[in-house]
């Protein structure tokens, strides 16, 4: 019943909607400073949006980026990013089709074509955002619609969830703030100084558009990496910089340095309330439980499949998120969980849940962790006093964020499991081994 | 959607004018009891009974709540405010309905966890501690309130029942050295100190058992199939959580979950898990640092400091559980000036330590001096491209309201700063079937200037 042509045929209809409600700001627009011109995939430069500060200005004769000529509106602390929100379809790890809604990267391409691009695209987990410390960010979100759901006219947002010092202008709560209806664009400015493991997700009727997968990761840097090779980290500290050398935070000693780092995020899925959404039925809230474990966006064993997954297709094998401008469909699970490091090296595990249903407990069996931070703040007590503490087991509320050092030194190569002792959800629904579970591999 | 936000709009419009309207408004932030005082000795009369409370999806719920004697029943019971050191006597009589087929009532009783030394007499003899039969079956628990901190009480009979029932309180001790009605600190430490205090006890409820008890079903009630589908904020699911206190519609759930601070305040939040599932309590706006469990101070033995504290974003409540955090904002590092100023419009900055405005008369007291004057980073999309919260003010700037459409926005006449506080389990933003609501609320960071009661 989702054949291609059912999905072309809402699709170039919602196209056409929005093509013709064009009137009040219908033209997505981004707000990127110093980005001038839009970078073609043989390098030139055009005139356009996509997202992406140009720092060099096209030289007239191969309009390639031309490094005598710096672009004066260029600023290296200036990060931008534009986000679609729409619909999609990503399939479980037992293959089970199911619809979602979600988010997708379009920084890169012309934003002028973001509706079509960003069409059906959702993602699941949202594209990961990754921030340095020091750097503004602008965030663009383009509310492409929903596609298979031309009923709905929802709005959308993101929230930055663990955003320090926030202003509710860019909170990304609807209700009180603004949020994006759709072929519009809303910016977004975040002045990024505290470094640590957020996450994001839209908040626009926040239990339906979360359960249906509007969920990202999302961490900032620490400034603490930029140190001076050879020099102390800090003011005043005994601990070196090594060149290369990184920090969850900016810990002044050293103590949260890694070597590998891995976010991971859990969330899980009620299939039925997925399917009730697609098939326009009243959303079951109360009934409300989730039968797909993930982690970013996955059930083992796709967790550790380090390739994109293919384009969603449904029971018959027919691709879901296609559209006439795009007829093969679109890969739409991008990121694995597969954790990989060296003997000695150290791997910092940026957890968080964002489920919406469940408290999770994760443990990694045969590898210490430690605890070092939590909620984007190393553990340290008011005035300093270190709460850092050696555990096997991390447990979450949803919306929690933990941050955990696994330390390898001395030990076995190998792999090395993290999987959820909540083990009625280590299964995708009817499958019952797989669900929240990814594994460590630990090379010589 | 629209529509139950609509009447939050109403009661929270009621509730800004309430406030402000008063001049000055000597009641304490939270809700609360001293009882009879009489020297060092604080009584309370209390009394359980059965009666209804309403839901934001329509809905009526039979329940068993504590009230004081001669006031109504009220869910949760009433949050008993008493001063360390004092003596704490509680007569208890049981007014619930008979059991079907016999002449008396389930018993009922009090537990106080935290506290020691509690002796309780009268009544008859129960699992945990004495119960009261009925209503002329009087129990007494008495005890000297122990140290300061968020304690709670509940039902010690069949409390699997009787909580999801109803019969859960708050009790709050405060510093021996602090006023409860106008407290300044929450123990006798100084980075305990804090100007507003509000506290947020989470409960839940299935319908489904309340049904069988009110049609007499009693024995065939069973806990271990329970599915919870009511999720409540101070005895409220939201959004009556933020009308205010007494709301005379709200007869049996007399207490606001809205919390109000100046920009530079510390807001005290005393978090309470009253029912029997975890609820994490999410802060939009800002990390808050927990300073105490269960009515202890996270400190070492040796400090005089809360060295053990530690800052969150998700306050992770478990049942049965207290824990007090501090929240504070200034929206310092934002990257643009939050007021709108520009240059030469005659506003000035003066920073003080800490880099914030230092002129307590300015409308822009505590303003971070270092964005002063920079300009938003953005163009905010035309109205016609956004859809709008109750709550939005019209502008991007504090204390500032913008227009917009016809019919929107409306909630917040000061032109306040407004965060979500909400359970991030976010199924429980659900009335039954219904969303918004459940465990949600806002935070209102209001203009200086502002009266806050």
């Known amino acids: ?444 | 959607m629209k529509s139950l936000f609509a009447r939050a709009a109403l009661a929270t419009t009621t509730a800004v004018m309430l406030f402000a309207g008063v001049a000055i408004n000597a009641e304490a932030r939270i809700a609360g009891t001293s009882g009879t005082v009489v020297g060092t000795t604080q009584t309370f009369n209390l009394v359980t009974s059965a009666d209804y409370i309403t839901t934001p999806d329509g809905g009526t719920v039979t329940i068993w709540g504590y009230g004081e004697v001669g006031k109504p029943m009220q869910y949760p019971g009433p949050t008993l405010k008493v001063r360390a050191g004092y003596t704490v006597v509680i007569n208890l009589t049981n007014g619930l309905p008979n059991l079907p087929g016999t002449s008396a009532p389930m018993p009922v009783s009090m537990i106080f966890p935290g506290q020691t030394g509690v002796a309780a007499t009268g009544g008859s003899a129960g699992v945990l501690t004495q119960e009261s039969s009925g209503p002329a079956n009087v129990v007494t628990y008495t005890f000297v309130a122990g140290q300061p901190g968020t304690y709670m009480y509940n039902s010690g009979t069949r409390p699997g029942l009787q909580v999801e029932m109803g019969l859960v309180g708050a009790l709050i001790v405060y510093p021996a050295t602090e006023n409860p009605n106008a407290p300044t600190k929450a123990y006798d430490l100084a980075d305990s100190a804090f100007d507003q205090e509000y506290m947020f006890l989470m409960t839940e409820m299935d319908p489904k058992i309340h049904q069988l008890v009110e049609f007499g079903l009693i024995n065939q009630v069973n806990n271990t199939v329970s599915h919870a589908t009511l999720w409540f904020l101070n005895g409220r699911n939201g959004p009556d959580t933020m009308f205010p206190d007494f709301a005379p519609w709200l007869n049996h759930q007399p207490y606001s979950a809205l919390p109000r601070m100046h920009p530079g305040e510390k807001l005290l939040m005393r978090v309470i898990g009253g029912g029997r599932e975890q609820h994490p309590f999410h802060t939009h706006g800002n990390n808050y640092t927990v300073i105490a469990r269960d009515g202890r101070p996270l400190k070492s033995s040796a400090s005089t400091t809360i060295d053990l504290g530690y800052s969150d974003y998700t306050l992770d409540s478990t049942p049965g559980t207290t824990q007090d955090a501090i929240f504070t904002w200034t929206g310092v590092n934002l990257g643009w000036d939050m007021f709108g100023h520009v240059p030469g419009d005659g506003s000035s900055c003066t920073p003080d330590a800490e880099g914030l405005h230092s002129v307590a008369t300015d409308a822009n007291y505590k303003e971070p001096c270092a964005d002063h004057t920079k300009p938003l980073p953005v163009v905010m999309p035309e109205n016609a491209s956004l859809a709008f919260g109750g709550f939005w003010r019209g502008s991007p700037f504090i204390g500032s309201l913008g227009s917009l459409p016809p019919g929107e926005g409306g909630l917040n006449l000061n032109g306040g700063v407004v965060f979500i506080w909400h359970s991030h389990t976010e199924k429980e933003l659900a009335n039954n079937d219904l969303y918004p609501g459940g465990i949600l609320t806002m935070l209102i960071i209001e203009p200086h200037g502002v009266l806050i009661p």
């Open chain 1, 1 to 444: 019943m989702n054949s291609i042509k059912t999905k072309s045929s809402s699709a170039a209809l919602l196209l056409l909607l929005l093509g013709a409600s064009g009137g009040a700001g219908a033209v997505p627009f981004t707000q990127c400073p110093g980005d001038d011109f839009i970078k073609l995939a043989d390098g030139t430069l055009v005139p356009g949006n996509d997202a992406v500060p140009d720092q060099y200005l096209p030289n007239p004769i191969s309009n390639l980026p031309d490094p005598t000529l710096p672009n004066p509106k260029f600023r290296p602390e200036v990060k931008c990013m534009h986000l679609s929100a729409g619909d999609g379809f990503v399939n479980m790890a037992d293959g089970y089709p199911q619809y979602m809604f979600g988010f997708s990267d379009l920084s890169g391409t012309d934003t002028t074509k973001a509706m079509v691009n960003g069409l059906l695209g959702a993602e699941f987990p949202a594209p990961t955002i990754v921030l340095e410390q020091g750097q503004q960010f602008y965030l663009d979100l383009t509310n492409v619609g929903m596609a298979n759901r031309p009923d709905l006219s929802d709005p959308h947002t993101v929230h930055f969830h663990g955003f320090p010092q926030a202003m509710d202008t860019f909170d990304g709560v609807p209700d009180n703030s603004v949020s994006i209806t759709m072929g519009s664009s809303l910016p977004y400015f975040y002045n990024v100084v505290e470094p640590g493991t957020y996450m994001y997700h839209c908040h626009v009727e926040a239990t339906e558009h979360m359960q249906m997968g509007m969920l990202g990761n999302l961490y900032v840097h620490a400034a603490q990496d930029k140190s001076v090779a050879g020099a102390p980290v800090c003011a005043g500290s005994t601990y070196n910089h090594v060149a290369g050398q990184r920090y969850a935070y900016n810990d002044c000693d050293g103590t949260t340095r890694y070597d590998v780092e891995v976010p991971l995020q859990l969330a899980s899925f009620d299939s039925r309330f997925h399917d009730a959404s697609m098939n326009v039925q009243p959303l079951p809230f109360a009934a409300m439980k989730d039968n797909y474990p993930m982690i970013n966006g996955r059930g083992y064993p796709d967790t550790v499949n380090t390739g994109i997954l293919p384009a969603p297709v449904d029971a018959d094998g027919l691709l879901t998120n296609a559209h006439a401008e795009r007829p093969l469909g679109k890969p739409s699970q991008k990121i694995n969980a597969l954790v990989t490091a060296s003997v000695g090296q150290r791997v910092l595990l940026r957890l968080s849940n964002l489920s919406v249903t469940n408290h999770y407990t994760v443990r990694v069996l045969g590898l210490p962790m430690q605890v070092i931070g939590r909620g984007a703040r190393e553990a340290r007590g008011p005035s300093g006093t270190n709460l850092y503490y050696q555990t096997s087991h991390v447990s979450m509320a949803p919306g929690e964020g933990v941050d955990v050092i696994v330390d390898t030194a001395g030990k076995t190569p190998g792999t090395y499991y993290l999987y959820t002792t909540n083990l009625n959800f280590l299964s995708n629904n009817t499958e019952d081994f797989g669900g929240m579970m990814t594994e460590i591999v630990l090379n010589p």
